[in-house]
């Protein structure tokens, strides 16, 4: 199973835009790279997902080099209500599933 | 449609007790995981199944935990003779057999052994 390393933590303010780094320098040719963000008392939900390249849709872009030992969430002017806990998460997905280890994640604080 | 539901959301016992949790997940999704949290930690994966395939019970911290699952679908996570250290939410996720598919959570229970 790749391995993911975040920042612990991040602080930004109401209408930045917040880009949270995930290195997963061993991933293995069929992992998929998957977003989630977790809210205090409340189960995690999936924002994104991608496999290469640039990744778009209403809530966040994802980025992933060529190499794809990295990926760089991107959450476009943010809110106050996007203060949680952002996980990345990588694994194969194909068929008969995978196993899931999911990081201590990253706090992110938006500020007035 | 519905989805993931958990019981009980709050379940209070004494050390030493029994307890069941229950996960019933979205309908035709035939991946199901567990997962505990401990107050500010992140998620500590317990157990995976996958259709009618053996379940990976490599995250399951001692023999007094144990799950099963029923007719692929609905799961119970059983933790005998609880400990304090066993208080924590327990969640549960299911997702679709594709490739890259993504989990959906349910609200979780919250432990508290006393």
């Known amino acids: 199973l790749a391995k993911t390393t975040q920042p612990i933590s991040m602080d930004s303010y109401e209408g930045q835009e917040v880009n949270i780094t995930c290195s997963h320098n061993?991933?293995?040719?069929?992992?998929?790279i998957t977003w989630y963000q977790q809210f205090p008392s409340q189960g995690p939900r999936f924002i994104i997902q991608?496999?290469?390249t640039k990744v778009t849709n209403e809530v966040a872009s994802l980025f992933i080099p060529a190499d794809r030992k990295s990926s760089t969430l991107s959450l476009p002017r943010v809110s106050l209500s996007d203060t949680a806990v952002y996980y990345c998460?990588?694994?194969?997905?194909?068929?008969?599933?995978?196993?899931?280890?999911f990081g201590a994640g990253t706090r992110l604080f938006v500020k007035a | 449609g519905a989805g993931v539901s958990q019981s009980p959301s709050n379940k209070v016992t004494e050390k030493g007790k029994d307890v069941e949790l229950r996960c019933d997940p979205i309908?035709?999704?035939?991946?199901l995981y567990w997962y505990r949290q401990s107050l500010g930690q992140g998620l500590e994966f317990l157990i995976y199944?996958?259709?009618?395939?053996?379940?990976?019970k490599s995250g399951l911290p001692s023999d007094r935990f144990s799950a099963e699952r029923t007719g692929g679908s609905v799961s119970t996570l059983t933790i005998q003779r609880t400990q304090q250290e066993d208080s924590a939410v327990y969640l549960c996720?299911?997702?679709?057999?594709?490739?890259?598919?993504?989990?959906?959570f349910g609200p979780g229970t919250r432990l508290t052994v006393t």
């Open positions: 996720a299911s997702r679709r057999d594709q490739p890259g598919g993504e989990q959906y």
């Open positions: 061993n991933i293995a040719t069929n992992d998929y």
């Open positions: 991608g496999y290469k």
């Open positions: 998460l990588v694994g194969s997905g194909n068929t008969g599933g995978f196993k899931t280890i």
């Open positions: 309908s035709g999704h035939t991946a």
């Open positions: 199944f996958q259709g009618n395939s053996a379940p990976d």
